[in-house]
Each structure stands twice: as C-alpha cells, then as structure tokens.
C-alpha cells in the first residue's frame, strides 16, 4: 500500500471512504433540465444596475456576521411570521447539516427520518454527521404512509423530521394533515422540518403557522426562484430553537457577494415572481403535453418539476442524452419510482425540445 493509501485508511472514516461522492452531470452544450433551475435571466438593465451593487463592495472584509439587514428583509418580504427570525445557509444544503449537527448527539445515535424517496441530501447529511437514517416508503401514488410514518416515529423515535413540501422527486404536496399529525407525534421529543424548497410554485406554505407549533422548522432556499448560483438558505422556527442552530453555524456562511445579490434579488423580488409565475403556467402546458403521449403517466407536481413514467425510463434517458437534452433518471431510486424521470419545467422553447426529444425516443421504442 503506498503511504497516501494507507493515510486515507488511517484518518478517513470507512463510510465516506465507501460512498460515491454527489454525482452533478456535466451539462455543457446539453438543454439543461436536471436540477430544477429557473432557466430566466434578470433583465438586462437589472443586471447592469447588479454589477455595478457588487462593484461597491468590500471584498477585503468579513461579511457583517449578524447579517441583520438581509435577515430583516427575508422576513418582512418572504412571508415569515411577526416575532420570528431566520438563520440563513449556504443554500439550504447547509441549513441541513447545521439542523443535524445541532441535534447529532456524542452518546448515542439520534435518528434521522424522511419518507423515502426524497431529497438525498437528507440521508448523507444524517450519515456525516454520525446520525442513522430511517427511511419510510411512500404509497405508490407517491403519497405519505402515515400509518408507517407515525410507527416508526414511535419505534425510533428520530430528533429530526424531513418533509420535502413539495417533495423532490416525485413533485407532490403530502396532505396537510398527515404533517399536522407527524409534527404533533413528534411532540417534545422530535423536530419536523418542513422544507419549502418549491414553495414559489406550489403557493402553499408551513411559514404561517409558526407560532402553532414549538417543534416546526421552516426551511426555504433562493434557489429555485432564480438565485441557484448565489447559494442562500433560510430557515425559521420558535426563536429560543432557532438560537440553538445559529451556535452551529460557521460564522461568515453568507459571503458579501451573496448579501448584497439578495438584497438586490429583493428589491425586485416582483420580477422573480413574475418569472415563477410564468413557469407556473409551463408547468400546465407541459404536463397536458406530456399526459397525451402514449404511455406516459405524468404525475400531479406542484413544484418547477415533473415527475413521469414511460415503459422504458432508461432507454428514454440515453436516447434525450443524444440529444443534447439533459433530466434525471431517478427511476433507480426506489421501487416507487421505477421507469421514472423527473424533468425541470423550463422555458417555453426548452419545453418543446424536451418534447420533441421524449416524443421521437418513446417512438423508437416501440
Ligand atoms: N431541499 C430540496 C427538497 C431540494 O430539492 C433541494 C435542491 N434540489 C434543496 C433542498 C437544496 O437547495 P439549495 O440549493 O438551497 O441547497
């Protein structure tokens, strides 16, 4: 064994050192539709004011830590209820590790659980941060098993709850009152995390009602409205909660580019509605369009996303490769989700070469 292999077996844990790192396709030249980005621009006279904002800033300081000033206009302007705060990540990505850091404990190991299939990130999180994951499968229809959910809440009785609302990959909103009743099993012993990463498309928020419940945890990203590349997360709960998590986090995660790109983003936050909006709108089209092919079932989504079964997902993946056209073939995934792929609603010329694409490979398959 040469000296690095055995440095690597002797500092680095035999988990990560089994594991595959986070896979993102190289997307060059490909119709990009695999990561539920909104595929508009600002305008370009907002872009030119955008430079010159971040021209003005001081790169040879550290951000301002409290960053009080984004914080206060992510509440006021995002719909986070009177009286509570935010802390704000990396990305949302971030906010997870900071909420499993928080809650892994040194003497035992405290339990993560989602439904399955979800965000993956839930479950690597879990596992770096020395937690163990517990997965419970959704219905077929992709709906949550509450029976099993509220089981094994009782059976392993997990400091934290993921709820992906709407979910990723299967784009649905679990019923309100199968959240309402895991938040109130978990009582005082458990978190649930609702995370709101669609919410611009679905319209449909936990945010207000906050104050109901002591162990809730709101959690958003600026990602999918348009500000993927600056990378900010936020996330709400009762404050004495939230000021437990904000000791996990490393100070200075928002850099000053970051801030001063939200602020921006917020003073036009009309323009990045407008642009849900109309990917809302795509949304429909796509869907009536997909639901008229022969063979495909297209899944009700309330999220920038559709999730579809075709009769042979792997073929239909390799063949839009070809293509130049790039989704998700999650039908690996989980058993629920066999033959499925989960496309990016983008803008209505993506739509159509999406379309065109999918059409001529489900052809080739007869
Ligand atoms: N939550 C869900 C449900 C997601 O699907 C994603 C990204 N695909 C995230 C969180 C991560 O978002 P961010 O870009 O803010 O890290």
Do not use: W
């Amino acid at each position: 064994m040469s000296s690095l292999d055995s440095l690597i077996s002797n500092t680095i844990r035999s988990d990560v050192r089994a594991i595959k790192g986070y896979h993102v396709a190289d997307a060059s030249g490909f119709v990009k539709l695999d990561a539920m980005e909104n595929p508009y621009h600002l305008p370009a006279h907002l872009l030119q004011e955008l430079g010159q904002r971040l021209a003005a800033v001081s790169l040879n300081r550290y951000p301002v830590a409290s960053y009080a000033t984004l914080k206060r206009r992510v509440c006021e302007q995002l719909g986070v209820p009177d009286g509570y705060d935010v802390i704000l990540g990396n990305g949302s990505d971030e906010l997870i590790s900071i909420l499993d850091m928080a809650c892994a404990q040194q003497d035992r190991r405290a339990v993560v659980l989602a439904p399955t299939p979800s965000f993956v990130m839930y479950q690597r999180s879990a596992q770096f941060a020395g937690m163990d994951y517990v997965g419970v499968a959704l219905k077929a229809d992709l709906s949550l098993d509450l029976p099993a959910m509220l089981a094994a809440i009782a059976e392993h009785k997990p400091a934290l709850v993921y709820l992906s609302y709407p979910n990723n990959p299967s784009g649905n909103l679990f019923a309100e009152s199968d959240i309402v009743a895991i938040i109130a099993a978990l009582g005082d012993s458990g978190i649930a995390v609702v995370d709101e990463a669609y919410e611009p498309f679905a319209q449909q928020s936990f945010m207000g009602r906050l104050p109901e419940f002591a162990n809730l945890v709101v959690m958003r990203t600026v990602s999918k409205l348009g500000l993927a590349g600056i990378r900010l997360g936020y996330m709400s709960a009762a404050p004495e909660l939230l000021a437990q998590f904000d000791k996990v986090r490393p100070p200075y995660n928002i850099n000053v580019l970051t801030q001063a790109a939200a602020e921006f983003a917020l003073d036009h936050l009309d323009v990045l509605n407008e642009q849900a909006s109309a990917l809302r709108a795509a949304r429909s089209e796509l869907a009536q369009a997909l639901a008229a092919l022969p063979g495909v079932t297209v899944f009700p989504s309330a999220a920038n996303f559709l999730l579809i079964r075709v009769p042979d997902a792997d073929d239909a993946y390799v063949k839009l490769l070809a293509d130049k056209v790039l989704i998700k073939n999650v039908s690996k995934m989980h058993s629920v989700l066999a033959n499925c792929l989960r496309v990016t609603v983008s803008t209505p010329e993506e739509n159509s070469v999406f379309l065109a694409a999918i059409t001529a490979s489900l052809a080739a398959q007869d």
